[in-house]
C-alpha cells in the first residue's frame, strides 16, 4: 500500500471480530434478491456468488424495467465495466427508484483513471443519484477522489497516497461508504474504517473477482444497515472462502471452481480461524 504513514497506522491497528458469519447466516435465511446492472464480462460470475451466497440475483438492464426492479430488490450493484450512454441512463432510472425505496445501492467505478468517458458517467451517477457504496481498487477511487491518476485498464496502477485518509476524505465528501480493494481491502465511512488483509493471489489471475466482490458487497448490504459492517463482513466471508479454494486449486480454472463451492460450503469455525479484520 502507500505511504509510511499509513502503514505506520496499519501496524497500530488491532485485529478485531465482527459478526460477518452472522450476516451470512442472514443473507442465507432470508433470500434477498440483488439487483444489477453490471459489466456484461462478469455478469455471470456475478450472478454465480451471489447465488451461492444465499441471495437471489437479478440481472435487469433495459431502462423500460429497470426502476420496477429495483422496487423488489434488497440492494442494486451498478459497475461501469462495460459501459455505453444508454447504459448509464438505465443505471440513473433503477438507482433513482432505488434511492426512492430507500435501498442501498452500491457502484464499482470499474476503469475510472482509463478514459474521460468513464471518468465523466461516474461523477454523473455520483452527483445525479444517492450512491451508498463506492467501491473500486485503488486507481479508481484516488481518481473519483480527484488524484490525477491512470488506471491501466481495469487494473489498479500505483497511488502514491495515504489511501486509507484518502478514502476517508472520498466518503466524507460524498456522504458515502468506500471501498478500495487491493492486498489489503479499506473500508470507511470516514468515521469508521476497518482494514481486511484476507484473500489470496489466485484471485489476479481470474477476471471478474473484482466485479464478484461488489456483488458480495450488495448481498450483505441487503441485510445490514451498517454498510461499512456490511462491506467488510462480505468481502471477509469471500476471502476467506478464496483463501479455502486456493490450497485445493491446481490453477486459475479450478480456482474459480473451488471458490463457489468453498462459499456455498462456508463455515463459522472456518471464518473464526482465517479472517483478519483490523481496526
Do not use: Q
Amino acid at each position: 500500500m502507500g505511504s509510511g504513514r499509513e502503514i505506520l497506522r496499519l501496524i497500530k491497528m488491532k485485529k478485531i471480530n465482527i459478526p460477518a458469519f452472522e450476516l451470512l447466516e442472514k443473507v442465507r435465511l432470508t433470500n434477498p434478491v440483488v439487483h444489477h446492472l453490471t459489466n456484461w464480462v462478469t455478469i455471470y460470475d456475478c450472478a454465480s456468488i451471489v447465488k451461492v451466497f444465499g441471495a437471489s440475483p437479478v440481472m435487469a438492464h433495459a431502462k423500460e424495467e429497470v426502476a420496477d426492479m429495483a422496487k423488489i430488490a434488497s440492494s442494486l450493484v451498478l459497475n461501469i465495466g462495460t459501459l455505453t450512454v444508454d447504459f448509464i441512463e438505465a443505471m440513473k432510472l433503477a438507482a433513482k427508484s432505488a434511492n426512492e425505496k430507500g435501498i442501498p445501492v452500491i457502484l464499482d467505478v470499474c476503469g475510472a483513471g482509463a478514459t474521460v468517458l468513464r471518468d465523466k458517467k461516474s461523477f454523473e451517477l455520483l452527483d445525479e443519484v444517492k450512491i451508498n457504496i463506492v467501491k473500486g481498487n485503488a486507481s479508481e477511487i484516488a481518481r473519483i477522489a480527484g488524484e490525477n491518476v491512470t488506471t491501466k485498464g481495469v487494473d489498479s496502477s500505483h497511488v502514491d497516497k495515504d489511501l486509507i485518509e484518502l478514502a476517508k476524505g472520498l466518503a466524507l465528501k460524498r456522504f458515502c461508504t468506500v471501498v478500495i480493494t487491493g492486498k489489503d481491502d479499506i473500508v470507511t465511512d470516514g468515521e469508521k474504517t476497518f482494514v481486511i488483509k484476507n484473500g489470496h493471489i489466485m484471485m489476479t489471475h481470474i477476471v471478474g473477482t473484482g466485479c464478484m466482490a461488489s456483488s458480495v458487497i450488495g448481498t450483505f448490504a441487503a441485510v445490514e444497515k451498517d454498510l461499512v459492517l456490511a462491506a467488510a463482513s462480505g468481502l471477509v466471508c469471500y476471502e476467506v472462502a478464496a483463501e479455502i479454494a486456493s490450497k485445493i486449486s491446481k490453477g486459475p480454472a479450478t480456482f474459480k471452481e473451488k471458490l463457489i463451492d468453498t462459499v456455498y460450503a462456508l463455515d463459522s469455525k472456518s471464518l473464526k480461524k482465517l479472517s483478519k479484520v483490523y481496526a
